[in-house]
T-cell receptor
Framework: TQLLEQSPQFLSIQEGENLTVYCNSSSVFSSLQWYRQEPGEGPVLLVTVVTGGEVKKLKRLTFQFGDARKDSSLHITAAQPGDTGLYLCAGFAYSGAGSYQLTFGKGTKLSVIP | NAGVTQTPKFRVLKTGQSMTLLCAQDMNHEYMYWYRQDPGMGLRLIHYSVGEGTTAKGEVPDGYNVSRLKKQNFLLGLESAAPSQTSVYFC????????????FGPGTRLTVT
């Protein structure tokens, strides 16, 4: 069973601060997806990182996939209240013969205080 | 496009009652999924479908049944609801590869008393 651990579980920061959220596993993933979920809504895909060491930027959000494809981080620069939400990482693995698996972390709940 | 829609948005059931949750997608996606989300437990896969007329069990299938009679619809049934099934249920779909880059619906909040 593949597990993904996210840290921290909760994060409350002031507007304008920087933050980093981590997603770690002992398993290797083919790719890693990051989702954001706002209260009362379903998760929305933000980005997929595929290659070990890959860095992707989405405005003030920077996503990095670890070299060994076992971990990932999400860094937010100058957080804004609109960044508030639950951030979920999900590891995608293909083990051959049509066997696919997606493992979700439990999420980091971010609150950005104006 | 509406994307993925779920009906109803909220529901309260009494123990032992039955109900069906409806998920519809208008993106012509091949694969569809049902998850439940509980505090501290994250998203857990209940059942999924890799195509019209096919379904498979996920991580927590007990107490649930599903059907995919049409490509655009995926139904989740609870035959005899239990308080442990109180949760928020999400439907999702993907296009070309199972489980890859999922589109989620807005969720159904179910309370079983």
């Amino acid at each position: 069973t593949q597990l993904l651990e996210q840290s921290p579980q909760f994060l409350s920061i002031q507007e304008g601060e920087n933050l980093t959220v981590y997603c770690n596993s002992s398993s290797v993933f083919s790719s890693l997806q990051w989702y954001r979920q706002e209260p009362g809504e379903g998760p929305v895909l933000l980005v997929t990182v595929v290659t070990g060491g890959e860095v992707k930027k989405l405005k003030r959000l920077t996503f990095q996939f670890g070299d060994a494809r076992k971990d990932s981080s999400l860094h937010i620069t100058a957080a804004q209240p609109g960044d508030t939400g639950l951030y979920l990482c999900a590891g995608f693995a293909y083990s051959g013969a049509g066997s696919y698996q997606l493992t979700f972390g439990k999420g980091t709940k971010l609150s950005v205080i104006p | 496009n509406a994307g993925v829609t779920q009906t109803p948005k909220f529901r309260v059931l009494k123990t032992g009652q039955s109900m069906t949750l409806l998920c519809a997608q208008d993106m012509n996606h091949e694969y569809m999924y049902w998850y439940r989300q509980d505090p501290g437990m994250g998203l857990r896969l209940i059942h999924y479908s890799v195509g019209e007329g096919t379904t498979a069990k996920g991580e927590v299938p007990d107490g649930y049944n599903v059907s995919r009679l049409k490509k655009q619809n995926f139904l989740l049934g609870l035959e005899s609801a239990a308080p442990s099934q109180t949760s928020v249920y999400f439907c999702a779909s993907t296009l070309g590869t199972p489980f890859y880059e999922q589109y989620f619906g807005p969720g159904t909040r179910l309370t079983v008393t």
